[in-house]
């Protein structure tokens, strides 16, 4: 018996040739797509759910590839100045009193409604309380990549960098087979934990055969105090120690150099551009054109809703396409399907789950979403790449499977109460702005 049978569908696949199908059909048995094509060949076929995607495009889930979903409750806190005075005078106070992990649930919760809403079936995320993050995943039935917080100093939910390290090591372990959280060590940066750490990490990424996720060379400041210290740039400094000796997910990269671009591309580094984080935070660009031309696997990330403000990977392909464009004097750089490329098949290679998903095709798992193409700002259709890329938004999205189970079904959550969630945000947010107003009377 089929699950779901998909009708009347405008298919970009976004398999190896790129097919698009009109007037298709998909079949999903479980949780794998096991039919696409033309609708004559199954319209004998019963199916216990059957959605009319007429007026829909159909395309994989969005994935973002590197994220901070919890510290959603922060968002809009501290806009509109200095990264050092940001993080310093805004973020970490508040995480060293408000980082619980009730508040990480209810984070969690409200970052990835924001990302299911907007079409993101799947993410990499770093943060604390990773069991709990873990929970909110398989109840709001969203697949993760979820990465342990390494620090060398006391953190919101480990007082030693060992105590998160042994603690991944466990979830790692419990996680191993399920369909759709996964786990990995996700030490914070080269300049937050020692040589020690870094390679304890990298020992135990090793060890299970998964990824490591890690910032890299995000700002210039982190780039000269790795020269001034080390004598090395962050990327050199990391090789040094044997950090991607393994399987890693680079998260910003966006100062490098022509060694470092040697370095990431020999020892196969996988690369997370956050072009919206970056520019907010003024951290920089990326030489994303560069890194592929080398070769370099590269995809998007929206990074946390503090430092972006949203999770819409709609918004954040149109930034990374014009940037770079501007950046390089030169209209054809990353022209549109490449980017939505590096939010499908080519996020799902970056995270190690390609075999999985990434693009519509038989045998792989089912995350597939529709959007809503039959509107204004979508009509006429000469490109659908163009119109993904530069004009959707993410309310254009209608329906979200994932892993062959329907979460979001025209607009409306199938699984979670968005407004309790909502709720308890704008509590949480009421409680900071009440400890910011009495922290700023005691001075």
């Not at 049978?5 to 794998?32: P, R």
């Not at 620090?151 to 939910?157: E, V």
Request: proline fraction near 4%; glycine fraction near 4%; charged fraction near 20%.
């Amino acid at each position: 018996m089929i699950s779901i049978k998909i009708t009347n569908a405008y298919i970009l696949t976004m398999n190896e040739t790129f097919q698009i199908i009109e007037h298709g059909c998909i079949c999903i048995e479980n949780d794998i797509i096991t039919y696409i094509g033309d609708e004559s060949a199954v319209s004998h076929l019963e199916a216990d759910t059957v959605i009319d995607a007429q007026g829909n495009l159909v395309m994989p889930g969005l994935i973002n590839g590197h994220t901070h979903a919890a510290m959603s409750i922060y968002k809009g806190m501290a806009d509109d100045m200095p990264l050092k005075e940001w993080l310093e005078h805004h973020i970490f106070p508040t995480e060293s009193e408000f980082c619980t992990k009730e508040n990480v649930e209810t984070g969690a919760r409200l970052g990835i409604m924001e990302m299911i809403m907007s079409g993101t079936t799947c993410f990499a995320d770093m943060y604390y309380f990773t069991p709990t993050i873990a929970e909110v995943c398989k109840q709001m039935g969203i697949r993760a990549l979820l990465g342990q917080a390494v620090l060398d100093f006391k953190a919101p939910d480990f007082d030693t960098p060992v105590q998160a390290i042994e603690a991944t090591q466990e979830l790692i372990i419990k996680y191993a087979n399920h369909s759709l959280v996964k786990i990995i060590p996700a030490p914070h940066s080269p300049y937050t934990c020692s040589a020690e750490i870094l390679q304890q990490c990298r020992k135990l990424a090793n060890e299970y055969t998964i990824p490591l996720h890690i910032h890299v060379s995000e700002t210039i400041a982190e780039y000269n105090t790795s020269l001034a210290t080390h004598n090395l740039t962050p990327v050199q400094y990391l090789n040094s120690l044997g950090m991607f000796d393994g399987k890693t997910i680079a998260a910003h990269c966006v100062y490098i150099s022509d060694e470092d671009r040697y370095i990431l591309a020999e020892k196969r580094v996988h690369v997370v551009n956050n072009p919206q984080s970056n520019m907010k935070l003024v951290s920089g660009i990326s030489p994303v054109p560069l890194l592929l031309q080398a070769d370099i696997p590269v995809c998007l990330g929206t990074d946390s809703s503090v430092s972006n403000n949203s999770l819409d990977m709609f918004q954040e392909m149109k930034v990374a396409a014009l940037i770079h464009k501007l950046n390089q004097s030169d209209a054809s750089v990353l022209p549109a399907r490449d980017i939505v490329y590096m939010c499908t098949r080519g996020a799902a290679k970056v995270l190690g789950i390609d075999h999985k998903v990434g693009s519509i095709e038989v045998g792989k798992q089912a995350d597939i979403i529709l959007v809503n193409i039959n509107q204004p700002h979508l009509v006429p259709l000469y490109s659908i790449y163009s119109h993904i890329v530069y004009a959707m938004q993410g309310h254009d999205v209608d329906t979200v499977i994932i892993n062959g189970a329907i979460v979001y079904l025209q607009k409306q959550f199938q699984l979670v109460d968005p407004i309790e969630t909502m709720i308890d945000a704008q509590m949480i947010a009421n409680a900071i702005m009440q400890r910011k107003s009495e922290r700023e009377q005691q001075q």
